[in-house]
Nanobody, 123 residues
Framework: VQLQASGGGLVQAGDSLRLSCAAS??????VAWFRQAPGKDRAFVGGIRWDSGIAYYEDSVKGRGTISRDKAQNTVYLQLNSLKPEDTAVYFC???????????????????WGQGTQVTVSS
């Protein structure tokens, strides 16, 4: 089982990025995005239930972020618009067979993790 995150880069404030998380080996119940800024804990960004496509977002990206999935490509996307310097972090995708709604924000609930992709937003 592998999760491959990609799409990060150096952008300016106000720009947009689309991160991809390609899964191989199996499908999952929930795929989530977390991010970790220097000196900070890993934090939930958002997630999506694979079957239904229902997505959840952390308040900091609501209205700016969209998570979607392509079943044929077994890939989950995180589109981030109006990027801010505080969005600078390493972004990780994570997956699990099942996560109850009340715990989707907990990194401990995800068994599989990608390697991370760096997003740097300059002001």
């Amino acid at each position: 089982v592998q999760l491959q995150a990609s799409g990060g880069g150096l952008v300016q404030a106000g720009d947009s990025l689309r991160l991809s998380c390609a899964a191989s080996g199996r499908t999952f119940g929930v795929v989530a995005w977390f991010r970790q800024a220097p000196g900070k804990d890993r934090a939930f960004v958002g997630g999506i239930r694979w079957d239904s496509g229902i997505a959840y977002y952390e308040d900091s990206v609501k209205g700016r972020g969209t998570i979607s999935r392509d079943k044929a490509q077994n890939t989950v996307y995180l589109q981030l618009n109006s990027l801010k310097p505080e969005d600078t972090a390493v972004y990780f995708c994570a997956a699990s067979s099942y996560v109850i709604l009340s715990q989707v924000r907990l990194s401990s609930q995800y068994r599989y993790w990608g390697q991370g992709t760096q997003v740097t937003v300059s002001s």
